[in-house]
């Protein structure tokens, strides 16, 4: 796949967690690959469509997103603003600049909400369950994308995450926060730490296998 550069040649930078493992492992593998990030707002159609009429791309990663669960509580209007309308935004402007690219949108297996034993493994046709703004917004998404495809033909492909964890990742998610708090600990010479409930389970992706099959699912994946 290959991303065609801005006419001044710039390779743009993505700041976000994922999004910069995504850009090397692209770059890794010989993809012309250009980051967009705060240069381009996902809800304004004029600095969207400013974007891909520069890049001009065969291949898109729709990453952007907020992502804080506990932030989603107390401005839920905001995160629907960016998650939802921001995706269709983007989706509604690909389609008008570059109708043939393959674009593949984040979702998060989240919305499936608490899965007893039982019901694993999740498959995409589980009930959804979304019990907080952040799953509930991507689950909207998911349907977003499922119109524009049947009504547009559009390439569009969703994949679901499992809390993807690795170098870089914020200390707003569990993981990183857990390891910031013991290394504080073994600082202060206590041996205790504090946290929350720990009777939930959780599955956990290194972030290396989850860039690499957002690449596999441009490949080869099907809409």
């Known amino acids: 796949m290959r991303w ?30 250009v980051g967009v990030d705060r240069e381009c707002d996902v809800t304004d159609v004029k600095s969207v469509l400013a974007v891909l009429e520069s890049v001009q791309p065969d291949a898109i990663y729709h990453l952007a997103a907020l992502t804080a669960v506990g ?5 839920p209007v905001e995160y629907t603003r960016v998650n939802v309308l921001g995706r269709r935004t983007f989706l509604d ?38 019990p907080t703004p952040t799953p509930r917004a991507r689950w909207q998404v998911e349907h977003v994308a499922r119109d524009l495809v049947r009504e547009w033909n559009q390439r569009i492909v969703i994949g679901s995450t ?24 073994v ?19 290194d972030v290396r296998d989850v860039v690499r099959a957002y690449r596999l699912l441009v490949v080869h994946g099907a809409q």
């Open 162 to 185: 499992v809390q993807p964890r690795g170098t870089g990742s914020v200390h707003d998610f569990l993981v990183p926060a857990i390891a910031n708090r013991l290394l504080q600990a």
């Open 4 to 33: 065609r550069r801005d006419d001044e040649g710039a390779r743009h930078r993505a700041s976000g967690f994922v999004g910069r493992h995504l850009l090397g492992h692209l770059r890794a593998n010989g993809d012309d690959a």
């Open 187 to 205: 600082a202060d010479g206590v041996d205790e730490i504090v946290v929350g409930d720990l009777s939930t389970r959780r599955d956990f992706s």
């Open 71 to 75: 932030a989603s509580w107390s401005n």
């Open 93 to 130: 402007a690909a389609h008008e600049v570059v109708p043939a690219a393959s674009v593949v949108i984040v979702s998060s297996a989240d919305v499936y909400g608490v899965v007893a034993p039982e019901d694993l493994p999740l498959v995409e046709t589980f009930a959804s369950r979304r």
